[in-house]
């Protein structure tokens, strides 16, 4: 039997109004804080809030895959730390090149994605406790391989440079955008090109869509859901080297949270948590509003506690938008 996708190109040109409602919440948002403080504003603090979404973001770009097809990956964040202790061990304590050490970290995190997908396709565990079991494993494995202590990249100098160099600040002086921003944008518009023009993104959109049509239409549908969940894993790993670099270490106990931060940036940004509608750009949009309005509360000197609450009733409001859009539309 022949299957033919046309049927799933709106979905995949749906949310136009649900990304225009999140853009419009952040413009909101940064005239809010630019007018109640003069130092939200600020250059340096601008390159601090996209900085301080590269990380997030890269998770939240690979995450958008697995959700849109109605699934669940709660494993990112410490997949994301396995993987950057997976560099450390290869490029400080094996002492092997930093290029191994970096194809080994997104390699770790490919490995995570892989088995997390067959255990989803194959075992025909429920996600929500495949991805459950594989951060129970990653944060143990973490533990064990470091032996419970920070890696530390002091004797390879060129290692931060990854994150924290900066390419367009040697091509436009003045401008020191890190490079772990302009990874962050590279890697997002990869990430859209994958889910807009290749059949990889087409079969994401018809696996949420109606998995059971899917299947019925002659799709190996297990196959397409291994390979979701390890795109999810590669842009996992790629984040743990972005965090590494950053922090110049590699923190086995750092991890735990990340993945509700990019799920909630994910489901900010329009993409539906019931699956068949979702867009990279909104990922983007709901990244950079999760980091203006953490970074404005902070500055505001909101305590933490209730930095949390307000960014708890904001996703709130997003799946609820989500499900109102869902029923309108039924």
Known sequence: MKVTLSNQQPSLKGGTMQKMLAF????????????????FFRFDNLVAIILATAVTGVLALGSTFVI???????AVGTVMTFASVITGLIVT??????????VGGIAAGALCGLISGLAVAKMKIPPFIATLAMMMITKGLSLVLSHTKPIYFNDTPAFSQISMGSIIGSIVPGWDIPNAVLIFFVLAIIASLILSKTIIG????ALGSNEEATRLSGINV????????????VFS??????????????????GAGYELEAIAAVVIGGTSLSGGQGSILGTVIGALIMSVLTNGLRILSVPQEWQTVIVGLVVIMAVYADILRRKKKN
């Open 24 to 39: 419009a919440s952040l413009i909101l948002l940064v005239v809010i804080f630019s007018l109640s403080s003069s130092n």
């Open 68 to 74: 849109i097809t109605s699934g669940i990956d709660l």
């Open 93 to 102: 304590t094996w002492q092997l090149s930093m290029p191994l050490g970096i």
């Open 202 to 205: 087409r079969f994401t959109f």
């Open 222 to 233: 297990d196959r397409w859901k291994i390979i979701i969940y390890t795109i999810t894993g």
């Open 237 to 254: 790993g790629i984040a743990g080297i972005l965090m590494a670099s950053r922090l110049n270490s590699a923190q086995p106990a750092l």
